[in-house]
């Protein structure tokens, strides 16, 4: 009796976020509504305190474009890895309405993004590679981005 071989190509998938120890993703307060208004219920803040860990590190300023210098440390070395190993983003859509009224003109991704909803927009090109496709087809062409490992 011979055996069939089939072989397949997978990809492999991470997760990768900023949560704190009492389960916050976003601190209270930071919502579409109060975005401009980092003051309120002291969101800005209380982001920033979340973020701390990634904000001062050499790899993040300079792909965010907060300028040179910042830490060398393993944090910077984590983040790097991370976003070298991202072929594809994927966002929820609060996200990507909180983002889009926030984020600088070149988005922080540099990689195709997938924004998971049911609203149908064009691609939305960004300079420095990031382009948001918001599609009914997402989940499927997220993960068949992933496996080619593309980049914008």
């Known amino acids: 009796m011979s055996k069939t071989s089939k072989t397949s190509k997978t990809s492999k998938t991470y997760f990768s976020v900023s949560v704190s120890l009492d389960g916050y993703l976003v601190p ?24 701390s860990w990634i904000l001062p590190t ?21 983040v790097e890895q991370t976003f070298r190993r991202t072929g594809v983003s994927i966002m929820g859509k609060r996200m990507f309405d909180l983002g889009e009224a926030m984020w600088p003109e070149e988005a ?9 909803t049911k609203e149908v927009r064009a691609p939305w090109a960004r300079p420095g590679g990031t382009t948001f496709f918001r599609e009914r087809r997402h989940r499927e062409r ?8 593309r980049r914008s």
């Open 108 to 116: 922080p991704f540099h990689t195709p993004v997938f924004v998971l």
């Open 28 to 51: 209270p307060g930071m919502d579409f509504e109060h975005a401009g208004d980092p003051t309120h219920e002291n969101w800005g803040a209380q982001w920033g305190k979340l973020q």
């Open 58 to 78: 050499r790899f993040f300023r300079q792909m965010a474009k907060f300028g040179e210098g910042g830490e060398t440390g393993i944090d910077d070395q984590i």
């Open 142 to 149: 997220a993960s068949s981005g992933a496996r080619g490992g």
